[in-house]
């Protein structure tokens, strides 16, 4: 069924429910299509607002701070560290101690 009221129209849907062995229930559920001139939808509601959206969001934020902190911890970048330490040395420049 569809109806206006205050100048926006409604979709509403009436549902009966009831399987064997259970008791009926019914339900009412109205949607409000969008007003004259209102925004469409953001990207947003495309994306994180449908189902499995936010968890999707926050595997790829805990896979970012995993790969961040491995490769801080990487023995790599502590050998590169190692080097900075050497060439300072050798060119007599105690930058690295902090010895002003």
Known sequence: ??????G???IVVVGDH?????????AVVAFALPAAGESTRT????TIDQPGG???????AIVAV?????????PRSRHR???L???????GNDAVGGDS
């Open 1 to 6: 069924m569809t109806d206006v009221w205050h």
């Open 8 to 10: 926006r129209q409604y």
């Open 18 to 26: 009831g399987e064997i062995g259970t008791e009926a229930s019914e």
């Open 43 to 46: 990207i947003g509601d495309r």
């Open 54 to 60: 936010r968890a999707a969001l926050k595997i790829g």
């Open 66 to 74: 995993i790969v961040t902190v491995v490769a801080l911890l990487s």
């Open 81 to 83: 560290d190692d080097r």
């Open 85 to 91: 330490v050497r060439t300072a040395e050798m060119l």
